[in-house]
């Protein structure tokens, strides 16, 4: 084996064109697994020794023929692949490895099954599989998705979300488009900086935003009126959506075509508009300005579009006179003044008279109908009229349908610009929403870079920000955050309600904006791209998926331990919170030691745990921070600023006596708590690392608990029952 590269084992599996690799060195244990549109770009950038995977991909992976293993194809069923992987890794659901599509499960169980079977003799130790970035987005999984509330709140409501914040869109197709980018920023600085430049540009021409704005404020919604009329379940009103759109597209295109130094990015956009001007004077003569929602109603093309269409409607209408005509001549013939003739959907037209004037009728007259007050009746010439009538109608309706088939078939054939014009349409939204936000909130432009640089002067939290800020309470207080190579993590301390969740979360925002192409609540900042992305709150409630809460706080823990790599940024929420103090505290303790040992990947952390605090003593690159409080009178003022240092402890005693606790109540807290800490159970005094998530102690020499020894040296078959149960006793006594 060359020792300087790897020697990749890859399974794939999936659709060709949407395909789920996994990727294992079995010398060293890693063990990976992307998704991909470019699965011969991915095979490339991998460049695996063996490739396993079933039949239906062979031709489109001719070129490795070579390398390839077919499988059958009941080695990737999903079943057995979860069944495996929760088996090999002993795990009760795959949740904890984040969120793996079905494919994506496959790969990894068929990759496994493949090691197993030819590695008989030693099954080599892997790796959970990791999911890679190598998608080009930054990675935020479901929970973080969720506890970040970046699309609607933990609620359920999208009201205090960060979309709801940052949108400032005008456009249906623009809200969709931001919320995507939300969901997926980019991990590319080249495209990021596009994105920013684009921003940047629209920030500084306040008029031509303004004027685009404006225009997008009229625009319809092309995309979804092009997609409803090509599935063939359009109507009029879609022929007008597309009308005014591409309209708006053109006043955008020459918005922008007579701007001066036009980012590369919005001259592209620009130039996708496209060009539409005869089919929108196409449909601007052909459609009426109110037409109704189907083309079967009729009536939706406009005078002057169609000859003959304009012939049998003036039939239609020259018929309706002639009806108009006949109800006078028959109400002075009959002398009945109030005689009407009338239309419905069963009787067609016929004549109505109320019952006082039934002798008066004509002998013409042929009985329809009785009602309670009226009497109904028709003529030959009534129907005969309305034959025509209705003959015209018909022909009318007919021409309009076909005419309605010509202009979608006219749409289709330009279908291709218009899909074109109508994401650009999204997207000079998004940017000019962007610019806007930016404006408005004071957002400044973030540095983007490759390194691993977290340098954030003054950030806030967009939506606390401006929920203080629609409110009479007091100024949202920026704070740095600076996680530097000696700082790469920060324990955050400090009294419940001081601003810790906010802090992290802020900066856990200020990285998904950055990445997405935003502009950033902060002074000045600079983000080394960051891969992956989580967040966790301790015993967070999920009563909905009827799990324990403090299952799901280690569930998601753990994929964060899985997941994680140098690059990514993590921030901690009183993890440890849900389960009694010393295995809360000492699995809090675990996880900070195995961030910053194994994964030195950038966190913030926040606990309430004091003791944590010692950790400064053995983890170099440990940094702890507070939140500062002041004491005045009896009152306890949180000034939500972040300072160096770790908080006083005894904060929560004052917290409860403010909170109204009886005074003998605080006076003997004090006195247990001072107990506590004169028995030295503080963290000073445990070990260095605890046997329950010691794991590099554990993973070399596993001891057994003197216990286990004693029940393994235990031969039952040679014991009477008396000497049984005298073991054990003898067996309890030693726990
Ligand atoms: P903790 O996590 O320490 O209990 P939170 O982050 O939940 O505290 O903050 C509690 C409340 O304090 C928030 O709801 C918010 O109203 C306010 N707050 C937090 N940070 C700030 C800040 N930087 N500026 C102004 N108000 C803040
Ligand atoms: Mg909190």
Same mark, same amino acid.
């Given at each position: 084996?060359?020792?300087?590269?790897? $020697?990749?084992?890859?399974?794939?599996?999936?659709?060709?064109?949407?395909?789920?690799?996994?990727?294992?060195?079995?010398?060293?244990?890693?063990?990976?697994?992307?998704?991909?549109?470019?699965?011969?770009?991915?095979?490339?950038?991998?460049?695996?020794?063996?490739?396993?995977?079933?039949?239906?991909?062979?031709?489109?992976?001719?070129?490795?023929?070579?390398?390839?293993?077919?499988?059958?194809?009941?080695?990737?069923?999903?079943?057995?692949?979860?069944?495996?992987?929760?088996?090999?890794?002993?795990?009760?659901?795959?949740?904890?490895?984040?969120?793996?599509?079905?494919?994506?499960?496959?790969?990894?169980?068929?990759?496994?099954?493949?090691?197993?079977?030819?590695?008989?003799?030693?099954?080599?130790?892997?790796?959970?599989?990791?999911?890679?970035?190598?998608?080009?987005?930054?990675?935020?999984?479901?929970?973080?998705?969720?506890?970040?509330?970046?699309?609607?709140?933990?609620?359920?409501?999208?009201?205090?979300?960060?979309?709801?914040?940052?949108?400032?869109?005008?456009?249906?197709?623009?809200?969709?488009?931001?919320?995507?980018?939300?969901?997926?920023?980019?991990?590319?600085?080249?495209?990021?900086?596009?994105?920013?430049?684009?921003?940047?540009?629209?920030?500084?021409?306040?008029?031509?935003?303004?004027?685009?704005?404006?225009?997008?404020?009229?625009?319809?919604?092309?995309?979804?009126?092009?997609?409803?009329?090509?599935? $063939?379940?359009?109507?009029?009103?879609?022929?007008?959506?597309?009308?005014?759109?591409?309209?708006?597209?053109?006043?955008?295109?020459?918005?922008?075509?007579?701007?001066?130094?036009?980012?590369?990015?919005?001259?592209?956009?620009?130039?996708?508009?496209?060009?539409?001007?005869?089919?929108?004077?196409?449909?601007?003569?052909?459609?009426?300005?109110?037409?109704?929602?189907?083309?079967?109603?009729?009536?939706?093309?406009?005078?002057?579009?169609?000859?003959?269409?304009?012939?049998?409607?003036?039939?239609?209408?020259?018929?309706?006179?002639?009806?108009?005509?006949?109800?006078?001549?028959?109400?002075?013939?009959?002398?009945?003044?109030?005689?009407?003739?009338?239309?419905?959907?069963?009787?067609?037209?016929?004549?109505?008279?109320?019952?006082?004037?039934?002798?008066?009728?004509?002998?013409?007259?042929?009985?329809?109908?009785?009602?309670?007050?009226?009497?109904?009746?028709?003529?030959?010439?009534?129907?005969?009229?309305?034959?025509?009538?209705?003959?015209?109608?018909?022909?009318?309706?007919?021409?309009?349908?076909?005419?309605?088939?010509?202009?979608?078939?006219?749409?289709?054939?330009?279908?291709?610009?218009?899909?074109?014009?109508?994401?650009?349409?999204?997207?000079?939204?998004?940017?000019?929403?962007?610019?806007?936000?930016?404006?408005?909130?004071?957002?400044?432009?973030?540095?983007?870079?490759?390194?691993?640089?977290?340098?954030?002067?003054?950030?806030?939290?967009?939506?606390?920000?401006?929920?203080?800020? $629609?409110?009479?309470?007091?100024?949202?207080?920026?704070?740095?955050?600076?996680?530097?190579?000696?700082?790469?993590?920060?324990?955050?301390?400090?009294?419940?309600?001081?601003?810790?969740?906010?802090?992290?979360?802020?900066?856990?925002?200020?990285?998904?904006?950055?990445?997405?192409?935003?502009?950033?609540?902060?002074?000045?900042?600079?983000?080394?791209?960051?891969?992956?992305?989580?967040?966790?709150?301790?015993?967070?409630?999920?009563?909905?998926?009827?799990?324990?809460?403090?299952?799901?706080?280690?569930?998601?823990?753990?994929?964060?331990?899985?997941?994680?790599?140098?690059?990514?940024?993590?921030?901690?929420?009183?993890?440890?919170?849900?389960?009694?103090?010393?295995?809360?505290?000492?699995?809090?303790?675990?996880?900070?030691?195995?961030?910053?040992?194994?994964?030195?990947?950038?966190?913030?952390?926040?606990?309430?745990?004091?003791?944590?605090?010692?950790?400064?003593?053995?983890?170099?690159?440990?940094?702890?921070?507070?939140?500062?409080?002041?004491?005045?009178?009896?009152?306890?003022?949180?000034?939500?600023?972040?300072?160096?240092?770790?908080?006083?402890?005894?904060?929560?005693?004052?917290?409860?006596?403010?909170?109204?606790?009886?005074?003998?109540?605080?006076?003997?807290?004090?006195?247990?708590?001072?107990?506590?800490?004169?028995?030295?159970?503080?963290?000073? $005094?445990?070990?260095?690392?605890?046997?329950?998530?010691?794991?590099?102690?554990?993973?070399?020499?596993?001891?057994?608990?003197?216990?286990?020894?004693?029940?393994?040296?235990?031969?039952?078959?040679?014991?009477?029952?008396?000497?049984?149960?005298?073991?054990?006793?003898?067996?309890?006594?030693?726990?």
């Amino acid at each position: 084996l060359d020792a300087r590269a790897s $020697n990749f084992l890859a399974a794939i599996a999936g659709s060709p064109d949407h395909a789920a690799i996994a990727w294992v060195d079995i010398s060293t244990g890693e063990f990976h697994v992307e998704t991909t549109v470019a699965l011969a770009a991915a095979i490339g950038r991998i460049a695996p020794r063996e490739i396993i995977t079933v039949e239906a991909f062979a031709p489109s992976l001719a070129d490795y023929d070579g390398q390839l293993t077919l499988r059958p194809s009941n080695i990737f069923e999903a079943k057995r692949t979860e069944r495996l992987l929760c088996d090999a890794y002993r795990l009760p659901s795959l949740d904890v490895f984040g969120h793996f599509s079905p494919a994506e499960i496959s790969a990894c169980g068929a990759l496994l099954d493949y090691v197993r079977l030819t590695q008989v003799a030693a099954m080599p130790k892997l790796d959970a599989p990791r999911k890679s970035a190598a998608s080009g987005h930054l990675l935020i999984d479901a929970a973080s998705q969720r506890n970040l509330e970046l699309v609607q709140r933990l609620s359920g409501e999208k009201k205090g979300s960060l979309l709801s914040v940052i949108d400032k869109t005008v456009t249906a197709s623009g809200a969709r488009l931001l919320a995507q980018w939300l969901l997926a920023p980019l991990c590319d600085a080249t495209a990021i900086i596009g994105r920013q430049d684009n921003v940047a540009w629209l920030l500084a021409q306040g008029s031509e935003r303004g004027k685009l704005r404006d225009t997008l404020k009229r625009t319809p919604d092309i995309e979804r009126a092009l997609s409803r009329l090509m599935m $063939n379940r359009g109507g009029p009103r879609d022929l007008l959506a597309l009308e005014g759109g591409l309209r708006a597209s053109e006043q955008m295109r020459a918005v922008l075509e007579h701007s001066t130094e036009l980012p590369a990015g919005l001259f592209t956009l620009s130039t996708a508009l496209g060009s539409h001007t005869l089919l929108v004077e196409e449909l601007t003569r052909a459609v009426k300005r109110e037409c109704g929602l189907f083309a079967r109603d009729g009536d939706f093309i406009a005078h002057g579009y169609h000859a003959v269409l304009d012939e049998f409607r003036s039939l239609k209408s020259e018929g309706q006179k002639h009806i108009a005509a006949l109800q006078t001549r028959y109400a002075s013939e009959t002398n009945i003044p109030t005689l009407k003739i009338r239309h419905n959907n069963i009787l067609g037209y016929f004549i109505e008279i109320t019952q006082q004037h039934q002798s008066k009728v004509s002998q013409e007259f042929i009985h329809r109908q009785t009602l309670a007050n009226n009497l109904r009746y028709t003529t030959v010439e009534l129907s005969e009229l309305e034959r025509k009538l209705g003959e015209a109608a018909d022909k009318a309706l007919k021409i309009e349908l076909e005419l309605f088939e010509t202009l979608v078939a006219k749409i289709a054939t330009a279908h291709e610009a218009i899909m074109q014009a109508g994401r650009s349409i999204a997207a000079i939204d998004v940017f000019a929403g962007l610019a806007e936000l930016a404006q408005a909130q004071r957002y400044t432009r973030p540095a983007v870079d490759g390194s691993l640089a977290f340098h954030i002067e003054q950030g806030r939290h967009p939506v606390v920000e401006s929920a203080l800020a $629609n409110g009479t309470h007091e100024p949202f207080i920026s704070n740095d955050c600076a996680l530097g190579e000696n700082e790469r993590l920060w324990l955050l301390t400090g009294p419940n309600m001081a601003g810790k969740s906010t802090f992290l979360r802020q900066n856990a925002l200020i990285v998904i904006l950055a990445q997405m192409g935003s502009f950033v609540p902060a002074e000045r900042a600079h983000i080394g791209m960051v891969d992956k992305l989580f967040s966790r709150v301790g015993a967070a409630d999920d009563l909905a998926r009827g799990r324990s809460t403090f299952m799901v706080e280690m569930v998601e823990t753990a994929t964060i331990l899985n997941q994680a790599t140098a690059r990514s940024f993590v921030i901690l929420d009183e993890i440890g919170r849900g389960t009694a103090t010393y295995d809360g505290l000492s699995i809090a303790w675990a996880v900070i030691e195995y961030l910053h040992n194994r994964l030195e990947c950038r966190t913030l952390f926040a606990t309430h745990y004091h003791e944590l605090t010692t950790l400064t003593d053995s983890l170099p690159r440990l940094a702890c921070y507070s939140m500062k409080v002041k004491e005045w009178k009896d009152t306890l003022i949180f000034l939500h600023q972040v300072g160096k240092g770790a908080a006083d402890r005894s904060y929560g005693l004052h917290v409860a006596k403010i909170a109204g606790i009886p005074g003998a109540v605080i006076a003997r807290a004090a006195d247990v708590l001072h107990q506590l800490e004169s028995q030295k159970m503080g963290a000073k $005094n445990l070990p260095a690392s605890l046997p329950l998530f010691a794991y590099t102690a554990a993973e070399e020499s596993p001891a057994r608990p003197a216990a286990l020894e004693a029940l393994a040296a235990l031969k039952p078959d040679e014991l009477s029952p008396r000497e049984a149960l005298e073991a054990l006793y003898k067996l309890k006594e030693t726990l």
